[in-house]
């Protein structure tokens, strides 16, 4: 098993990690020229989306967010159009559902009409989003007026709250350098993209806004995260690939995904496979990591036996847990609750597992649950040193060599 491992790690040699260089002779277009107003007032939509369309028509170039908080709804960027938040600004969101059109794209694993992000990149190739100022999507406010329409006589209508950042069948595409807080659901959801780069972002977001994730990975190829802070109410990184008979359907694994020198704070899970596994998940490197801030479950996979696909060649190596409630979590029959679907006829295979290297104090070590009609197979431990009230709990586990497992209880 740990020649076969070494073999796909070779593998992550062929990811093109594209070199991204914005030309200081690129046209810049400031949005302020088109009306748009930094005073966290004025909803600059229609502004900001001039500006965007007119760069795209007049070949490319870069849409620059200035000094001040500029406030809009949904918008998309066009061909050829890189994004500078400049140091200072903030491109904020709006909380008026009517901001957010509903589109064709996928949510929580199926394809559907959902409402827009806010901000939307689809089918671009070399798209760069970067700068040291901040996106926020106004999530502690959708939060508060949630709980104020609840109470109110004329609710919202019934729409998605809006993730932040969209790159949907892109590639070639890079995030950089900035702030990106308060989602109001997931924050960047990588969707149906190929070399994606991920480098020196900041992702925080309140703790009581649900469904918060950090990053999700979704039926997406060679994308590479590093240098990144995470603290949000969800997995930090969750890697999918659709969910049931609809991700069967549109058959698109993860794969050659890298991430590394990244920390994560609170989240339900550090790097988390699954749930909606069921277009496969292959060749995953998580390194040079550190997990703490009582995060549930740093090392984390989830499935139902409804999804199928096969998740394959996960490494974690390098890991520090502080203060976590557990080290690792596989539960392949995750948050069965509500309306129970019909197995796949070919349940989840989860297999070749290496975890190396991975060290700290938590609460648990953990819990490995397979089904049992489709076991957990060949895990294996290297170098692994864990201080913990409880020690790891199997169940339909087949293959696993815990030889470099050391688990110190009280």
């Given at each position: 098993?740990?020649?076969?491992?070494?073999v796909?790690?070779?593998?992550?040699?062929?990811?093109?990690?594209?070199?991204?260089i914005?030309?200081?002779?690129?046209?810049?277009?400031?949005?302020?020229?088109?009306?748009?107003?930094?005073?966290?007032?004025?909803?600059?939509?229609?502004?900001?989306?001039?500006?965007?369309?007119?760069?795209?028509?007049?070949?490319?170039?870069?849409?620059?967010?200035?000094?001040?908080?500029?406030?809009s709804?949904?918008?998309?960027?066009?061909?050829?159009?890189?994004?500078?938040?400049?140091?200072?600004?903030?491109?904020?969101?709006?909380t008026?559902?009517?901001?957010?059109?509903?589109?064709?794209?996928?949510?929580?694993?199926?394809?559907?009409?959902?409402?827009?992000?806010?901000?939307?990149?689809?089918?671009?190739?070399?798209?760069?989003?970067?700068?040291?100022?901040?996106?926020?999507?106004?999530?502690?406010?959708?939060v508060?007026?949630?709980?104020?329409?609840?109470?109110?006589?004329?609710?919202?209508?019934?729409v998605?709250?809006?993730?932040?950042?969209?790159?949907?069948?892109?590639?070639?595409?890079?995030?950089?350098?900035?702030?990106?807080?308060?989602?109001?659901v997931?924050?960047?959801?990588?969707?149906?993209?190929?070399?994606?780069?991920?480098?020196?972002?900041?992702?925080?977001?309140?703790?009581?806004?649900?469904?918060?994730?950090?990053?999700?990975?979704?039926?997406?190829?060679?994308?590479?995260?590093?240098?990144?802070?995470?603290?949000?109410?969800?997995?930090?990184?969750?890697?999918?690939?659709?969910?049931?008979?609809?991700?069967?359907?549109?058959?698109?694994?993860?794969?050659?995904?890298?991430?590394?020198?990244?920390?994560?704070?609170?989240?339900?899970?550090?790097?988390?496979?699954?749930?909606?596994?069921?277009?496969?998940?292959?060749?995953?490197?998580?390194?040079?990591?550190?997990?703490?801030?009582?995060?549930?479950?740093?090392?984390r996979?989830?499935?139902?036996?409804?999804?199928?696909?096969?998740?394959?060649?996960?490494?974690?190596?390098?890991?520090?847990?502080?203060?976590?409630?557990?080290?690792?979590?596989?539960?392949?029959?995750?948050?069965?609750?509500?309306?129970?679907?019909?197995?796949?006829?070919?349940?989840?295979?989860?297999?070749?597992?290496?975890?190396?290297?991975?060290?700290?104090?938590?609460?648990?070590?953990?819990?490995?649950?397979?089904?049992?009609?489709?076991?957990?197979?060949?895990?294996?431990?290297e170098?692994?040193?864990?201080?913990?009230?409880?020690?790891?709990?199997?169940?339909?586990?087949?293959?696993?060599?815990?030889?470099?497992?050391?688990?110190?209880?009280?």
């Amino acid at each position: 098993m740990k020649k076969y491992l070494v073999v796909i790690l070779l593998l992550f040699t062929g990811i093109t990690l594209t070199a991204f260089i914005i030309s200081s002779t690129q046209q810049r277009f400031l949005v302020t020229r088109y009306g748009a107003k930094g005073d966290s007032n004025t909803v600059n939509t229609q502004a900001i989306q001039t500006a965007i369309n007119n760069c795209s028509a007049k070949g490319g170039g870069v849409v620059v967010i200035p000094k001040g908080v500029f406030l809009s709804g949904a918008l998309f960027l066009q061909k050829g159009v890189h994004l500078q938040i400049e140091k200072g600004g903030v491109l904020k969101g709006t909380t008026n559902p009517n901001d957010y059109p509903q589109v064709h794209t996928r949510w929580e694993g199926e394809e559907q009409v959902f409402t827009a992000a806010f901000l939307n990149i689809n089918d671009q190739e070399g798209t760069c989003i970067y700068g040291e100022g901040t996106i926020d999507g106004s999530g502690d406010e959708w939060v508060k007026q949630y709980h104020r329409q609840k109470q109110s006589a004329t609710p919202f209508p019934k729409v998605g709250r809006p993730r932040l950042i969209c790159f949907q069948n892109c590639s070639n595409v890079r995030i950089s350098h900035l702030q990106l807080h308060n989602q109001a659901v997931w924050c960047l959801h990588i969707l149906y993209s190929h070399n994606v780069t991920v480098n020196h972002i900041n992702i925080t977001a309140q703790h009581n806004i649900p469904s918060s994730d950090g990053i999700d990975i979704d039926s997406s190829d060679s994308v590479h995260i590093s240098n990144t802070f995470i603290d949000v109410n969800d997995d930090c990184i969750s890697i999918k690939s659709g969910k049931d008979e609809d991700g069967r359907r549109v058959n698109k694994p993860s794969r050659n995904i890298i991430i590394d020198s990244c920390h994560f704070a609170y989240g339900h899970g550090g790097v988390a496979m699954g749930s909606e596994v069921s277009g496969g998940i292959h060749n995953v490197l998580i390194s040079n990591c550190v997990i703490d801030s009582d995060n549930w479950a740093p090392i984390r996979f989830k499935s139902q036996p409804s999804r199928g696909g096969v998740v394959e060649n996960i490494t974690y190596q390098n890991i520090t847990l502080h203060n976590t409630r557990k080290a690792f979590e596989f539960n392949m029959a995750w948050r069965m609750v509500g309306t129970i679907r019909k197995p796949a006829e070919v349940p989840t295979i989860v297999r070749n597992i290496l975890i190396k290297n991975v060290s700290g104090t938590v609460q648990s070590a953990g819990d490995m649950s397979g089904l049992d009609n489709s076991p957990i197979q060949n895990v294996t431990f290297e170098n692994c040193y864990i201080k913990a009230t409880t020690g790891l709990s199997l169940n339909h586990v087949t293959g696993i060599d815990t030889t470099g497992l050391h688990v110190t209880l009280p």
